[in-house]
């Protein structure tokens, strides 16, 4: 699969409703730039119990 965005091999995919879209890294990381100011996205991130590595 294809990133929504560009070209690039997607390499995370999400699934809703039989519809599935991917995003490279690149563009995954700018989508998540977005959102962080948004409250909801620290929530969900306690939710998903998300890690990061840098």
């Known amino acids: 699969m294809e990133c ?3 070209d690039s091999d997607a390499e995370i995919t999400v699934e809703k409703d ?5 995003v490279c890294k690149t563009h995954f990381r700018e989508q998540m730039e977005q959102l962080a100011d ?3 996205v620290e ?3 306690e939710q998903l119990d998300v890690e990061r590595t840098d």
């Open 43 to 45: 929530d969900l991130e």
């Open 38 to 40: 948004e409250d909801w």
């Open 18 to 22: 039989g519809v599935r879209v991917g």
């Open 4 to 6: 929504h965005y560009c």
